[in-house]
């Protein structure tokens, strides 16, 4: 089988949401991005949409919403539309402990409770293992039976000879095989991502 691209031809902001209540009712396929703060999120969410959607900064922890994004695309001539969210950033030190709590209650509340969602693109800095929130995350995925991915950012910093050891390492982390985590980077292309999330929606 090849890997198809996914063509996206618009993409725009839909809504940001600081609670549960304030999500706006929507009929796309909902997948969910979610990372540390400064994991690479933004970065990546622009890869994937082809376009700037997200604000790329130095300083980390800016998103305390979840912020919906209309992806309008196409694979392979077929009309495929479907809604991106951005979920807030964890683990941002500067935060107090009761806004990090917030974040936390509300990336929680919206894995278990959004019933639109079908897939979490859960971003690991291919550097450091994950930790308490990235297993917590993966957990509460599985037990509501959300299926999770787990992309390794920033795989560009990685020489080469270390590039297998830590696919292993953190896939193992997670308990996984090291085939089922995917990376990304600059240059690296994210088809095998959309490969994966067209079997797995569409
Ligand atoms: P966020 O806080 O998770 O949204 O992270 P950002 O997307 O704002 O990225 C944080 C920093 O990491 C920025 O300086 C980015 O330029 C850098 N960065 C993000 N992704 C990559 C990547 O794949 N490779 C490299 N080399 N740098 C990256």
């Given at each position: 089988?090849?890997?198809?691209?996914?063509?996206?031809?618009?993409?725009?902001?839909?809504?940001?949401?600081?609670?549960?209540?304030?999500?706006?009712?929507?009929?796309?396929?909902?997948?969910?991005?979610a990372g540390r703060s400064n994991v690479g999120k933004s970065t990546f969410i622009n890869r994937?949409?082809?376009?700037?959607?997200?604000?790329?900064?130095?300083?980390?922890?800016?998103?305390?919403?979840?912020?919906?994004?209309?992806?309008?695309?196409?694979?392979?001539?077929?009309?495929?539309?479907?809604?991106?969210?951005?979920?807030?950033?964890?683990?941002?030190?500067?935060?107090?402990?009761?806004?990090?709590?917030?974040?936390?209650?509300?990336?929680?509340?919206?894995?278990?409770?959004?019933?639109?969602?079908?897939?979490?693109?859960?971003?690991?800095?291919?550097?450091?293992?994950?930790?308490?929130?990235?297993?917590?995350?993966?957990?509460?995925?599985?037990?509501?039976?959300?299926?999770?991915?787990?992309?390794?950012?920033?795989?560009?910093?990685?020489?080469?000879?270390?590039k297998m050891k830590r696919l292993k390492a953190v896939a193992q982390a997670y308990h996984l095989?090291?085939?089922?985590?995917?990376?990304?980077?600059?240059?690296?292309?994210?088809?095998?991502?959309?490969?994966?999330?067209?079997?797995?929606?569409?």
């Amino acid at each position: 089988m090849g890997t198809e691209k996914f063509n996206i031809h618009n993409a725009h902001f839909l809504f940001g949401a600081p609670s549960m209540q304030a999500i706006r009712p929507q009929e796309l396929p909902e997948i969910a991005v979610a990372g540390r703060s400064n994991v690479g999120k933004s970065t990546f969410i622009n890869r994937i949409a082809g376009r700037k959607l997200a604000r790329v900064s130095g300083t980390p922890g800016a998103t305390r919403e979840l912020n919906f994004y209309h992806l309008e695309g196409a694979f392979s001539g077929d009309k495929r539309d479907l809604c991106l969210v951005d979920m807030p950033g964890f683990g941002y030190a500067k935060l107090s402990h009761k806004e990090r709590e917030a974040i936390s209650r509300l990336a929680v509340r919206f894995l278990r409770d959004r019933q639109e969602l079908q897939a979490v693109i859960l971003l690991n800095d291919c550097r450091r293992e994950p930790q308490a929130d990235e297993l917590a995350i993966q957990k509460v995925c599985a037990e509501e039976g959300v299926h999770c991915i787990i992309v390794l950012t920033k795989f560009d910093k990685l020489k080469q000879n270390e590039k297998m050891k830590r696919l292993k390492a953190v896939a193992q982390a997670y308990h996984l095989e090291k085939d089922d985590v995917l990376f990304t980077g600059e240059k690296i292309s994210n088809d095998p991502l959309w490969a994966r999330l067209q079997a797995l929606l569409f």
